[in-house]
């Protein structure tokens, strides 16, 4: 094959999936990783993907460009399944709080994993997501509580000034936060504004914050940052953060927790 044709097979390969991975794309073409490297490079210089650590996701598109809970629930679904086990290690043998689920798919992973535990342990549950709640409200003994406002039918989730309102008088002991970017500059970021708000009310809340954000989020910058680093207690994603960004981290003193 030549490397026209990979560099398309590539594209296709990145359109279907959002994210490729060097060693990957190595078995797939029967050629070596240095080749694949050397592919990516120049699909780079040409717009169509970003590098990032072992591999690449599809181009940056524009800081406002969100796509609905339908089309993104499946994708890099088992990454986020992975990037939920791994978060639950947030909870000792005797925990007993209070938790704040944020919306979204990496989080609607969290909720799908913890499930299980809630019938056996004392867990209090908070959320505005409308999916999350439909999940728990299904587990037998769950105490749950749901967080009303206007909801965004993009997202599924209540948002606005009520919904503010009624997570600051909250004070849960762990909050999993949903993020569409974690940038060293920016912090953590997301689309809307209204979203923003929402967001930054958990994180002002919580005691402690875990994000959960998988590796196409890592370095991206949307349109509203609703957290500092210095905000967040824990980063759980899939991928090593490149240098620069794990830096700021350990700057900030988030730990790093990887699937």
Known sequence: MYATERHEAIERILAEEGRVSVVDLARRFDVTTETIRRDLDQLETTGALRRVHGGAVAAERPST???ALSERIHRHAPEKAAIARRALAAFDDGFHGSVFLDAGTTTAAVAASLAPRLSATPID??????PIANTLALTPQTSLTLIGGRVRGLTAAA???????????LRPDIAFIGANGVSADFGISTPDPEEAAVKSAI???ARRVIVV????????????SFARLDEIDVLVTDA????????????????????
């Open 213 to 224: 954000a998988d590796a196409e989020k890592l370095g991206r910058e949307l349109l509203v």
């Open 159 to 169: 948002v606005g000034a009520d919904t503010v309102r009624a997570i600051g008088r």
């Open 65 to 67: 460009t969100e796509t």
């Open 125 to 130: 549950v908070v959320t505005h997501s409308l």
């Open 203 to 205: 994180v002002r809340a």
């Open 240 to 259: 090593v953060p490149d240098a620069r960004l794990q830096g700021a981290l350990a700057e900030a003193h988030v730990e790093v927790w990887t699937a």
